[in-house]
């Protein structure tokens, strides 16, 4: 019921940044919670950020302060910057959205890549 539309992965040197953009689309609830996952080859899926419809965020460790993510609830759309990328931010990057209050739901993009060269 619910679509997400990923943008704004690419290239990068090591040392810049990139702006990735989600943005849900179809049957959205206000009560959500919208998120960036990555996975590299090899690795598992692991938590970037979350945010909540109320503004509380979750960032994973390996992110280190890097990552900022914000939200704009007019257009249900969620950022994620990336500062400083290095070789080790490379992966597919999945934005999410879930609700865990009734109608639940859980949804996924199909994932942007990222490549960040040294």
């Known amino acids: 019921q619910v679509q997400l539309e990923e943008s704004g992965g690419g290239w990068v040197q090591a040392g810049g940044s990139l702006r990735l953009s989600c943005a849900a689309v179809?049957?959205?609830?206000?009560?959500?919670?919208m998120g960036w996952y990555r996975q590299a080859p090899g690795n598992q899926r692991e938590l970037v950020a979350t945010i909540s419809s109320g503004g509380t965020t979750d960032y994973g460790s390996s992110v280190e302060g890097r990552f900022t993510i914000t939200r704009d609830n007019r257009i249900n759309t969620v950022y994620l910057q990336g500062n400083n990328l290095q070789p080790e931010d490379t992966a597919v990057y999945y934005c999410n959205w879930r609700r865990r209050v009734t109608p639940v739901g859980n949804y996924w993009g199909k994932g942007t890549l990222v490549t960040v060269s040294s």
């Open positions: 179809g049957n959205v609830f206000s009560n959500s919670i």
